[in-house]
């Protein structure tokens, strides 16, 4: 009966199913059942391809301990080999969770998977005999199974087609199934048939593997061995080692930020097999914002737990998008309404009027889109003499966000006349960690200074100005500036200042080891940031902490903050704006009464404006600490 079946999802790939996972752009091709249980493979393909040819494909396994997992581990690894021009794929595999399975059923699962592959590649112009298998963790026992275990086949399936790879793709892969290695009570009294490390022989494929010195479920010592014994029977064999890093810690957004360089090596190693194009040749469309995040946001703010939003709820300065989001006008917003307009791309706004505006330059000297600027100029300056610079940095949670928001926030100002405008766009804490963000902001600083001459510009008078993320990220310009270690060596004018003249702080965090338990927890936006939880990491915190490095020469402060800040604590801005003063440095802290993470501009304006007066034109008193109520 399992023969016919697998017969029949070969001749309708797209048979009905309960797909555990769906991928904009990918293909969902069944490729077994097994009694109710449909499974499938998520294709990526490339795109612009030419007629007639062939590609490499790879198809890659979850982890999770044979017991859960999606196929969504692997999107990011199969968006970037499918541009590069391989056939990627990530699959679907019972697990114990949710089929009651043991290993050997995933092993099987994962046989059935690179057999389909080869028997259907002629629809998807893969080359049949250049077919890897990837993996990470459990995922990663399932690849290098496939590889170098024997048997392990799903009964009924046509043999003649065979389950063996051309090469593996390993990350932290379970593959000693001994009683001194992982999983051995799952597997006994059969572990010799199913542990790759004991079914090495001549003809395994050529194999890379991804290793973290501090992995508690696979020893380096495991990973050397296995490396020995491939070299051994003649295969090709890379082990890669990080110090210091985890298990899972090869994932996107992962602390450490290793996956760039596993990536990067992981297409070294396919180039030389000469499955690799050197350039990207498809267009997949990009991934929306990751839908844990949004999720995340949404139960924040969810206070009641009741599963949708009321206006009293939802944080200050985002209430002015309360009815945008309340698609059907019931005066709430459900979770579906809250993912529908966060995951739309952000807009470009048109150029304010009376302002020349030039986006996307590069400050860094390099062509990621976060590491640019746009320069905003007056179209009718009120004098020769050259200008004072407004920069400022959007906030986002250092993870979401862009530097299109900067428009509104400093327009009025650069209609002036009196003032040229730059917003600043950073690398988020999907590609890096800290200190990457403080690194950008002052290679764009640098930038600012390196090209005054050019646009005009007075490199002596620069402000800045930011919200939340944004808001630590120019507190931490106005207070390191004599921190050599947080200078960074980005761009080409190293030579430059990185210093600001005034800082216009708008409820940003600034001593992240006094924020509290929320922020503690490893998947807050601020422990994101550092890599780790904050207090696990308290010297790399107090770092990235604007108070750790207040002195007696850093530039005035203006700070505004409510006092009923969901988000950032209001005190955070108490303990900074004691701690400048206390070091002689002049600051002035605005408390907006009944105010939560934002409010209207309309409301902050004026004491801007007169701070901007004073730092930037050397006219009027210090302003004084003030209370307004929130409106």
Known sequence: MKRTLLLLSIALPLAASAQLV???????????????????????????????????????????????????????????????????????????SRNKTTPFE????????????????????????????????????????????????????????????????LFNPVYDNSEKGYGYSRVKPRWKEISPMHNIRKGAPPTIVFLGTKDKL?????????????KAVGSRSELHLYKDAPHGFFNQGKPGNHYPDTIEKMDKFLAALGWLNGKPTANIPKASPPQRLLEELFKRWDKNGDGKLVPTEVPQGAR???????????????????????????????????????????????????????????????????????????????????????????ASHIQSGRVAGVSIGYRLTGEVQWPAQIHDCKAAIRWIRANAKKYNLDPNRIAVIGTSAGGHLVTMLGTSGDVKELEGKLGPHLEQSSRVQCVIDLFGPTALLQMGEKQNAPTSPESRLIGAALQSVKAKSRQASPLTHVTKDDPPHLIIHGNRDPLVPFDQSVIFHAALKKAGVESTLITIKNGGHGFPRAMIDKPIGLFLKRHLFGNGNQLPDETVLAR
């Open 320 to 410: 002015r998008n309360f009815k945008r989001k309340d698609a059907n006008g019931d005066g709430t917003i459900s979770l579906a309404e809250h993912l529908k307009l966060l995951k739309r791309p952000p807009a470009v706004s048109p150029s304010p009027g009376g302002i020349k505006l030039q986006r996307d330059i590069p400050y860094a000297g390099t062509k990621n889109p976060r590491q640019m600027l746009d320069l905003l100029l007056p179209e009718k300056r009120a004098g020769e003499k050259p200008l004072p610079v407004l920069a400022f940095i959007h906030g986002g949670g250092w993870r979401a966000g862009n530097k299109n928001s900067g428009d509104r926030w400093i």
């Open 106 to 169: 995933c092993v099987a699962d994962g046989k059935s998977a690179i057999r389909w592959v080869r028997a259907n590649a002629a629809k998807f112009h893969i080359d049949p005999n250049r077919i890897a298998a990837g993996g990470g963790s459990a995922g990663g026992h399932v690849a290098a199974a496939t590889g170098n275990c024997p048997g392990l086949e799903e009964k009924g399936e046509d043999l003649k087609i065979s389950s063996k790879p051309e090469a593996l793709v």
């Open 218 to 230: 696979i020893p380096v010592a495991t990973g050397e061995e296995f490396d020995r014994r491939l």
């Open 22 to 96: 769906k991928f904009d752009g990918a293909k969902a091709v069944q490729y077994k059942q097994v009694g109710d249980t449909k499974l499938f493979l998520h294709i990526f393909e490339p795109q612009n391809r030419p007629s007639g040819g062939q590609f490499p494909a790879i198809v890659f396994f979850f982890g999770g301990g044979w017991n859960g997992g999606t196929p969504k581990q692997f999107e990011p690894h199969c968006r970037h080999l499918a541009a590069h021009g391989m056939v990627a794929i990530t699959a679907e595999y019972r697990v114990k």
